[in-house]
């Protein structure tokens, strides 16, 4: 029976991958409240139908940074969407293409942005950045993205340290990978993947890592110096953000607000937008969620435009967060599921999904547009 939901999507890909690569897109941080915070503020916002409206086509075009959009849906940075699936990036980057659907590229995505603009020369690339300790490292990459029709940054910027998953510690889960008996075993254990995902990339390019990094990263023979050159900065300040505004001659979003203080602050600085996101709740345990936080920081007054993510499992789900005041909605692990489940074909049949269950939702509700969906929060 094919999935029907994303909780179906996420449950094939849970039986097709390996423990420790599930875990570490899945799960979240330290005791994982986060995860089920977030549920439930999602859970909690009711949405006010009006009726007898008449049978109106229903729209989701959405404007979103100068630019009007089929729909009000972006695909989020994730890290190593290239280990669910051969070069995985390019098929999410080209199922997002066939709806319209900006795919934000990832720092730490296995294949580099050069590899996913020749596999996907129509898509609209945004690129996510991680600032590295060594800023001439930085300004290079950011010099490779420019050249590959990319004119919208997101900078995260609530990642300052490394989260505490200890999962990843005791599945044994890294990057670079490095073999111990309990991953070796949990690899052997899935054979499709291994030999579909791992074994055409050993063929081809190596084992997968992270495609943006040096090649003394991907090879694991790191000098000392070469590992503290790529941590991330965890000291970037408002003079830093600006040093960025200066040189990039695009776009800026920034990735991770939650207070109304820093939203105000980024449009003096002269961000585009900025996400209001927990990470998916990967990061940091005790936050308010982006529920919480979307309503607060619209009210705030004078602020860029707002994306919001994290959570999303349903189309329901998406026109909640329009409804508090976002613009458009990323998505993170939902993507990937579908990649999981079926490939580049299971990632379109997942968007489709969202978008059918977006337009039932907007029915019920006797909304014809997006716009309708202001003040539908009782």
């Known amino acids: 029976m094919p999935p029907r939901n994303t909780d179906d999507f996420r449950a094939i890909a849970r039986r097709r991958l390996p423990r420790g690569l599930f875990d570490y897109i899945d799960r979240g941080t330290e005791d994982e409240r986060a995860l089920g915070n977030t549920r439930a503020s999602l859970d ?18 959405a404007s979103v940074l100068g630019r009007v959009r089929p729909t009000p849906l ?34 730490q995505s296995v294949e580099p942005i050069e590899d996913i603009r020749r596999a996907a020369p129509d898509a609209e690339l945004w690129f996510q950045l991680y600032v590295w300790r060594d800023r001439e490292l930085t300004r290079d990459l950011l010099r490779r993205v420019a050249g590959q029709d990319c004119d919208t940054l997101v900078l995260t910027v609530d990642t300052q340290m490394v989260p505490k998953r ?3 510690l005791r599945n044994h889960f890294g990057v670079p990978f490095r073999p111990t008996p ?23 390019r190596g084992m997968p890592s992270y495609g943006h990094y040096p090649p003394e990263f991907r090879s694991g023979m790191m000098k000392p110096q070469t590992v503290e050159a790529l941590k991330l900065d965890p000291g970037l300040t408002w003079d830093d953000f600006r040093a960025l505004r200066d040189g990039w001659r695009g776009r800026i979003v920034l990735k991770g607000v939650l207070a109304p203080e820093d939203a105000l602050r980024a449009r003096a600085e002269g961000a585009d937008a900025v996400v ?103």
């Open 182 to 204: 309990r991953n070796v075993v949990d690899m052997l254990c899935h054979p499709r993947w291994l030999l579909g995902v791992i074994g055409k990339s050993i063929a081809t």
């Open 44 to 61: 909690a916002i009711r949405l006010e139908p009006r009726i007898l409206g008449g049978g109106r086509a229903i729209d989701l075009s």
């Open 166 to 168: 200890e999962y990843n």
């Open 74 to 107: 972006i695909v989020a940075p994730t890290a190593l969407a290239g280990m669910v699936a051969d070069r995985g990036e390019s098929k999410l980057a080209r199922a997002a293409s066939r709806f319209g659907i900006p795919f934000t590229v990832s720092t």
């Open 276 to 378: 209001v996101s927990t990470h998916g709740g990967r990061n940091f345990d005790c936050l308010p969620t982006t529920a919480e936080a979307l309503p607060r920081i619209r009210a705030a007054g004078e602020v860029p435009e707002l994306l919001a993510d994290s959570g999303v499992r349903r189309g329901s789900d998406v026109l909640k967060y329009l409804a508090l005041g976002a613009q458009a909605v990323q998505l993170g692990r939902a993507p990937l599921w579908g990649l999981a489940a079926g490939d580049e074909g299971g990632a379109v049949a997942l968007i489709e999904m969202l978008l059918e269950e977006m337009r039932v939702s907007m029915g019920f509700l006797g909304a014809a547009n997006l716009a309708d969906l202001s003040r539908r929060v009782p």
